[in-house]
C-alpha cells in the first residue's frame, strides 16, 4: 500500500492554458474526493467519486472544472482556461465507503502566471 | 449548513509541555463524525485523530486527546508532552454520517519553542 499518489507534483502555466492533474488512490478505497488548498486555508471541498460515478460536486466549481474517474480507479482534474486565481494546492483523498476518515495525498501545488 | 470554526490562527507551546487546540462546529445533526489532522511543512495531511458523535468517552491516541462536548458543539485537541515534531497546521474537521464529504477549519498553526 503506497498511500495516495498525485501526479505532477508541480506545475507552473500560464493563464489561458488548460491542466490536468491525476490522483492514484489507496487501492480498494472505493471513495475519491478533490480539495483545493490556498496558503493559509483550510481545504475547500471540490467534488467527489463513489466507484466512477460522480456523487457531489461544490457550487463554487466552476464550469472550466471537470473531474472524471472513468474506471472507478485512479481520477483526473482538469482545469481549462487557467487564471491566476486558479493557483492553489489541489489535494486528493480516498476512503472506503464503510470508514469515516479520509486519507490524503501529498497534493499538486498549481501556479499560473 | 455545516461549519467548522477555529478561532486560533496559531499558538506556540514550550516542548515537553502541553497544549490545547480549540474547535466548534455547528450543525443540526445528530449522527457525525469530528477529526483532527495535521499538515506538517511541505508534507500531507495526516490523521490524528477521530471522534463519533455517539460516543460519549473522549478519543485517546498516545499523546493526543480531545475533549468532545456534544451539546456545546466543541471539540477541542490536546497535546501532551509536545515534541519538535508536532510543529504543523492542524485542521479540525467534520463529517456528517448521513453525507460523504469533509469539512474543514481554517487551521491553526502550531509551533513548538525548543
Given at each position: ?113 | ?105 481554517k487551521g491553526t498553526r502550531l509551533h513548538i519553542l525548543p
Amino acid at each position: 500500500d503506497t498511500g495516495v499518489s498525485q501526479d505532477p507534483r508541480h506545475k507552473i502555466t500560464k493563464r489561458g492554458q488548460n491542466v490536468t492533474f491525476r490522483c492514484d488512490p489507496i487501492s480498494e478505497h472505493n471513495r475519491l474526493y478533490w480539495y483545493r488548498q490556498t496558503l493559509g486555508q483550510g481545504p475547500e471541498f471540490l467534488t467527489y467519486f463513489q466507484n466512477e460515478a460522480q456523487l457531489e460536486k461544490s457550487r463554487l466549481l466552476s464550469d472550466r472544472f471537470s473531474a472524471e474517474r472513468p474506471k472507478g480507479s485512479f481520477s483526473t482534474l482538469e482545469i481549462q482556461r487557467t487564471e491566476q486565481g486558479d493557483s492553489a494546492m489541489y489535494l486528493c483523498a480516498s476512503s472506503l465507503v464503510l470508514s469515516a476518515e479520509a486519507f490524503f495525498g501529498q497534493g499538486t501545488r498549481l501556479t499560473v502566471v | 449548513a455545516q461549519t467548522v470554526t477555529q478561532s486560533q490562527p496559531e499558538m506556540s507551546v514550550q516542548e515537553a509541555e502541553t497544549v490545547t487546540l480549540s474547535c466548534t462546529y455547528d450543525t443540526s445533526e445528530s449522527d457525525y463524525y469530528l477529526f483532527w489532522y495535521k499538515q506538517p511543512p511541505s508534507r500531507q495531511m495526516i490523521l490524528v485523530i477521530r471522534q463519533e458523535a455517539y460516543k460519549q468517552q473522549n478519543a485517546t491516541e498516545n499523546r493526543f486527546s480531545v475533549n468532545f462536548q456534544k451539546a456545546a458543539k466543541s471539540f477541542s485537541l490536546k497535546i501532551s508532552d509536545s515534541q519538535l515534531g508536532d510543529a504543523a497546521m492542524y485542521f479540525c474537521a467534520y463529517r456528517s454520517a448521513r453525507k460523504d464529504k469533509i469539512i474543514f477549519g481554517k487551521g491553526t498553526r502550531l509551533h513548538i519553542l525548543p
